[in-house]
């Protein structure tokens, strides 16, 4: 119990900084460039050219109206983790406008505050996601559009993206326009990165007359798995022992060098893993009939 109530206030720490993170490249770099890239926020900053609102109030109220959206047509897919992000988001923003009232922008050029405003917002974006969080808004609006058009949730998520950063073009010029829907494309990129990127892991496969070494380096060493097979190379026709494993960044450069100094002649394929699944090793063994 006291385990479980130290994870939530751990993850509560850690939402509470990441949608700080994100409210800070809103305010700091969304809102001067005036662009509107994939967010609820970038809308609200088109929005407020028509009404007598502060970014952050129009935030509030859009995120409030699309949760409520949300749970009327998606039922409970919306956690309490959105719920928490999705208000403290605006929060963040109106505290924000108190303390700097009239804040310009820091590069003193549009494009790169969208530069800026991409990879800082990806940091913290990227952090909630790993969470099973977000920052509701846009994710929202994707969800909904997923389930009633059944649109693949990726290309719902870029539809309305694109369309909130076509907005911009009733309050600014085609410059700004342009740099929206460019900022929106590039979000989605590197946001990509910072969520994959770190958890891929590589599939090395290695063929080496040093096998015995090369196994136990990876069993006893690294301390993860491998699978071994008979190959037969077709110019030869000679039978060889492949052995397969599956390791993160760290481990795949401690194997690399391992095998350039057992053995600088092995053959050794790399593919790139998004996901696996496996079963424990601190499981009991599985029984087969």
Known sequence: MKNTKLQTLKDLFVMTVATAVISCAVFFFLVPSHTS?????????????????????????????LLIIGFITCGHEFGAKTVYTSILLPVFLGILEKIFPNQQSLTGEAALDVVCYVFVVSFGLSILFNMNASSGGIDIIAKVMSRFLHMDLGKAMSFAGMVVALSSAFAYDIKTVILSVLGTYVNGLVLDHFIFENSLKRRVCIVSPHLEEIKNFILHDLHSGATIYEAIGAYRMQKRTEIITVVDKGEYQKLMSYIEKVDPQAFVTVYKVSGMRFRSKHLEERKFD
Do not use: C, K
């Open 37 to 65: 890239v994939s967010s609820v926020s970038g809308l609200a900053i088109v929005l407020s050219n028509f009404m007598p609102f502060t970014v952050s109030a129009i935030t509030m109220v859009l995120n409030i109206v």
